[in-house]
């Protein structure tokens, strides 16, 4: 098993930054992935960015270039350091962990709200 604790998120103002950390404790060593969903009311959830275990990272197509994913490995830990914000990028974000055990398992944190005024 593995459990994720967010914290970060809250309120910003369009044009804003936040961050957001996700630590991971349990069994890790399967891992081979870590990264940020979000989910909007009315929308699925979506992926907004991840580390794979070799430190390359993906992103949405929508956060290129504001957002940044990061960890510190000996923390177990993931960042999202989001900026330029944008009311759109309003929702509740998701800490996700990936691990192979034969089949892919997904863990999730409980989910942070984040909200963008404009």
């Known amino acids: 098993q593995v459990q994720l604790v967010e914290s970060g998120g809250g309120l910003a103002q369009s044009g804003g930054s936040l961050r957001l950390s996700c630590a991971a404790s349990g069994s890790l060593f399967r891992l081979f992935a870590m990264g940020w969903f979000r989910q909007a009311p009315g929308k699925q959830r979506e992926l907004v960015a991840e580390?794979?275990?070799?430190?390359?990272?993906n992103y949405a197509d929508s956060v290129k270039g504001r957002f940044t994913i990061s960890r510190d490995i000996a923390k177990n830990t993931v960042f999202l350091q989001m900026n330029s914000l944008k009311p759109e990028d309003t929702a509740v974000y998701y800490c996700?962990?990936?691990?192979?055990?034969?089949?892919?398992?997904?863990?999730w944190g409980q989910g942070t709200q984040v909200t963008v005024s404009s």
């Open positions: 996700n962990a990936r691990a192979r055990s034969g089949v892919i398992q997904d863990y």
């Open positions: 580390i794979i275990s070799d430190g390359s990272t």
